[in-house]
């Protein structure tokens, strides 16, 4: 069984940051594709950033430039680096298992609100 743990959400002011990770047990975390989803109010969840066990990574255009995923296999984790943050950024960030041992796994969701 696969299991994902979110931290780091929080509060922050327009143009802050935050740093998201993901902690995951079960099976070879190497192998896994892992990916970052976001859900706001009244919208669907919605892909922010994955990357895959060979490093290829992707971002949602809404987040080029200011967020970057990154995973350290020796701690099991994936990581979000969220900079330069805009009040469209609130919403509750999910990890996922995109590919590999665990696909379709979920985390339970840190909550991201950026306001003033």
């Known amino acids: 069984q696969v299991q994902l743990v979110e931290s780091g959400g929080g509060l922050v002011q327009p143009g802050g940051s935050l740093r998201l990770s993901c902690a995951v047990s079960?099976?070879?975390?190497?192998?896994?594709?892992m990916g970052w989803y976001r859900q706001a109010p009244g919208k669907q969840r919605e892909l922010v950033a994955s990357?895959?066990?060979?490093?290829?990574?992707t971002y949602a255009d809404s987040v080029k430039g200011r967020f970057t995923i990154s995973r350290d296999n020796t701690k099991n984790t994936v990581y979000l680096q969220m900079n330069t943050l805009i009040p469209e950024d609130t919403a509750v960030y999910y990890c996922s298992v995109t590919g590999g041992w665990g696909l379709g796994s979920w985390g339970r969701g840190t909550q991201v609100t950026v306001s003033s």
């Open positions: 079960g099976g070879p975390f190497s192998m896994k594709d």
């Open positions: 990357i895959t066990s060979r490093g290829q990574i």
